[in-house]
């Protein structure tokens, strides 16, 4: 009665229903993975990264499966992030490649010049 704390799961998706999806990696058997809502859906012949439209085909407790039938659209609030995140992402990388910059400047200030008064030192030796 009261002994029984298992979760319970509900997909939030039905057989025969057609999304937009972010494939979000690739699984052991090559097949795309995508995530609605914490629930796993596997997509055959699909690659990380790709936008597509689906069919969801089987529903199980804990995941589903679904079939490409076209290319898929941004999600409504991805348009407004997408670019937020690239541009967050360019400063990034600005800012890396400046300290980078700054790392092989300073490199080159702190080691002297090959003048001709140190390669004869180098010379003796």
């Not at 541009?87 to 702190?110: C, L, M």
């Amino acid at each position: 009665m009261y002994g029984d704390f298992r979760q319970r799961s509900f997909a939030p998706v039905n057989v025969g229903e057609e999304l937009d999806l972010k494939i979000e990696a690739v699984g052991e058997k090559g097949d795309g993975i995508a995530k609605i809502k914490g629930f796993v859906i596997f997509v055959p012949n699909t690659k990380e990264g790709d936008e597509v439209r689906i069919r969801i085909t089987k529903v199980f407790k804990k995941v589903g499966f679904g079939e490409v039938i076209g290319q898929g659209s941004p999600a409504e609030g991805s348009s407004e992030e997408e670019p937020k995140k690239k541009e967050k992402k360019a400063k990034k990388e600005k800012a890396e490649e400046e300290v980078q910059e700054e790392g092989t400047e300073e490199k080159a200030q702190e080691e002297p010049a090959e003048t001709e008064e140190n390669v004869e030192e180098s010379e003796e030796f």
